[in-house]
């Protein structure tokens, strides 16, 4: 953040980052440090597993948070005023899936499996509904957990229902072995799922299963690539962050990036970055504009007509 002024002062931002393991104990553990630190702001976490019992502590201690990832709905309709996010939620997400799975890829028969995680399984609820509210038909809801390896027992008794496409709510290292059994099983089946199955690592994870165009992701959030502003600005960034950091963008970079300026610049029309004074002004951010998209929060601190991306693998 070069030459933030706020108040009238160059404001010096410190980054202190703590690791929560995708764990909600340590999620909590982590939150209550930065607490006790006295941070100004928090951009986190990256799961909702860990996202929402963290939210509790930041909003006893009035501390504004902005999750650049986190999708399950609970996070922001618990009533707090310091929870915001800059992703579409599951809601949205799972919905859009479920009526993309019916209605564009045909699917007739679908199977839904998820991990138990509050991401996994809330995602997975509402693809369900997405599927049933397109007329769809789901046979089989099966569960497994966000460490598992063998899906044996649950895929043999998928296979039983002939499904023609099977949706994952969870990550991608729990369904890339996933794809790799279902191929061992015999099951030709569309594999989908959120935006924890897409990222660059899926392919290498499924051990080079997967079929052209058998798997179809989401991710919350992308840009209209009509928007040619809006594309530019995407690239630029892309291209800004290879040669800081030599490596691609990872996929919630770019939220992770506005999350951040969408706070300061809060800080900076509040003249203050007390969270109890620029919370009011971060609260009522409309129309900024981030590599990301539009971004306008709510009064729950949702995004406002968050964007979607779907994505397949060749």
């Given at each position: 953040?070069?030459?933030?002024?706020?108040?009238?002062?160059?404001?010096?931002?410190?980054?202190?980052?703590?690791?929560?393991?995708?764990?909600p104990?340590?999620g909590?553990?982590a939150?209550?440090?930065?607490?006790?630190?006295?941070?100004?702001?928090?951009?986190?976490?990256?799961?909702?597993?860990?996202?929402?019992?963290?939210?509790?502590i930041?909003?006893?201690?009035?501390?504004?948070?902005?999750?650049?990832?986190?999708?399950?709905?609970?996070?922001?309709?618990?009533?707090?005023?310091?929870?915001?996010?800059?992703?579409a939620?599951?809601?949205?997400?799972?919905?859009?899936?479920?009526?993309?799975?019916?209605?564009?890829?045909?699917?007739k028969?679908?199977?839904?499996?998820?991990?138990?995680?509050?991401?996994?399984?809330?995602?997975?609820?509402?693809f369900?509904?997405?599927?049933k509210a397109?007329?769809?038909?789901?046979?089989?809801?099966?569960?497994?957990?966000?460490?598992?390896?063998?899906?044996?027992?649950?895929?043999?008794?998928?296979?039983?229902?002939?499904?023609?496409?099977?949706?994952?709510?969870?990550?991608?290292?729990?369904?890339?072995?996933?794809?790799?059994?279902?191929?061992?099983?015999?099951?030709?089946?569309?594999?989908?799922?959120?935006?924890?199955?897409?990222?660059?690592?899926?392919?290498?994870?499924?051990?080079?299963?997967?079929?052209?165009?058998?798997?179809?992701?989401a991710?919350?959030?992308?840009?209209?690539q009509?928007?040619?502003?809006?594309?530019?600005?995407?690239?630029?960034?892309?291209?800004?962050?290879?040669?800081?950091?030599?490596?691609?963008?990872?996929?919630?970079?770019?939220?992770?990036?506005?999350?951040?300026?969408?706070?300061?610049?809060?800080?900076?029309?509040?003249?203050?970055?007390?969270?109890?004074?620029?919370?009011?002004?971060?609260?009522?951010?409309?129309g900024?504009k981030?590599?990301?998209?539009?971004?306008?929060f709510?009064?729950?601190?949702?995004?406002?007509?968050?964007?979607?991306t779907?994505?397949?693998?060749?």
């Amino acid at each position: 953040a070069k030459g933030v002024m706020i108040g009238g002062k160059k404001a010096k931002f410190e980054l202190l980052a703590e690791d929560d393991a995708a764990d909600p104990k340590q999620g909590t553990a982590a939150a209550q440090k930065l607490v006790d630190e006295k941070v100004n702001g928090v951009i986190g976490h990256l799961n909702s597993g860990t996202t929402i019992p963290a939210s509790k502590i930041y909003s006893d201690a009035g501390i504004p948070q902005i999750s650049p990832s986190a999708t399950n709905p609970k996070y922001t309709r618990q009533g707090f005023k310091t929870t915001f996010r800059v992703v579409a939620d599951d809601v949205h997400l799972g919905g859009t899936l479920g009526k993309y799975a019916v209605q564009t890829l045909k699917g007739k028969t679908i199977a839904v499996i998820d991990d138990r995680t509050a991401y996994g399984q809330g995602v997975a609820d509402e693809f369900e509904k997405g599927v049933k509210a397109a007329g769809g038909k789901v046979v089989k809801r099966e569960f497994t957990n966000d460490k598992a390896t063998d899906f044996t027992a649950i895929l043999t008794s998928i296979k039983g229902t002939k499904p023609d496409l099977v949706f994952y709510g969870g990550m991608d290292a729990v369904a890339g072995p996933m794809l790799r059994q279902m191929k061992q099983l015999g099951i030709s089946a569309k594999f989908m799922g959120g935006d924890g199955i897409c990222t660059g690592e899926l392919p290498k994870l499924a051990a080079g299963t997967m079929a052209d165009d058998q798997v179809v992701c989401a991710e919350a959030g992308g840009i209209d690539q009509n928007d040619k502003a809006a594309v530019k600005a995407m690239e630029d960034f892309r291209a800004k962050f290879k040669k800081k950091f030599g490596a691609d963008v990872q996929i919630y970079a770019p939220y992770v990036y506005d999350a951040t300026n969408v706070m300061v610049a809060a800080m900076e029309k509040a003249g203050s970055a007390d969270p109890a004074k620029y919370l009011p002004v971060l609260a009522k951010t409309t129309g900024y504009k981030g590599v990301t998209g539009v971004i306008s929060f709510d009064e729950k601190g949702d995004i406002k007509n968050g964007a979607l991306t779907l994505y397949t693998y060749k």
